[in-house]
């Protein structure tokens, strides 16, 4: 069965860094794009970045890019996310997904087109 654990999220200061990762277990994931999305307490889940299946192409919502970077490494079946110049507003629960929908690219950042989801690693960001 086909498995996502995010690891690497706590508690940092506004401005400070984190670097997220997600293993990957159970199937090929790397013929498939990856996504990172996140929810803050009262708001709906939000696109935050996604990757192609070899890195080659990556996406990003306005308000992390230059700060925030995805990356992977299929042979150690692990995406990244690492979070620079971290502020407050970052503050959300930080889930990796898979989208089994199409092979190789990434062909959506809607929420809805991903397929498996990891538990979430909880993120704040204190002023």
């Known amino acids: 069965q086909a498995h996502l654990v995010e690891s690497g999220g706590g508690l940092v200061q506004a401005g400070g860094s984190l670097r997220l990762s997600c293993a990957t277990s159970?199937?090929?994931?790397?013929?498939?794009?990856m996504g990172w999305f996140r929810q803050a307490p009262g708001k709906e889940r939000e696109f935050v970045a996604a990757?192609?299946?070899?890195?080659?192409?990556?996406y990003y919502t306005d308000s992390v890019k230059g700060r925030f970077t995805i990356s992977r490494d299929n042979a150690k079946n692990t995406v990244y996310l690492r979070m620079n110049s971290l502020r407050p507003e970052d503050t959300a629960v930080y889930y990796c997904a898979v989208d089994f929908g199409t092979l190789l690219t990434v062909r959506s950042t809607h929420i809805w087109e991903y397929d498996l989801w990891g538990q979430g690693t909880q993120v704040t960001v204190s002023s």
């Open positions: 159970g199937r090929t994931f790397s013929s498939y794009a």
């Open positions: 990757i192609d299946w070899n890195g080659g192409s990556t």
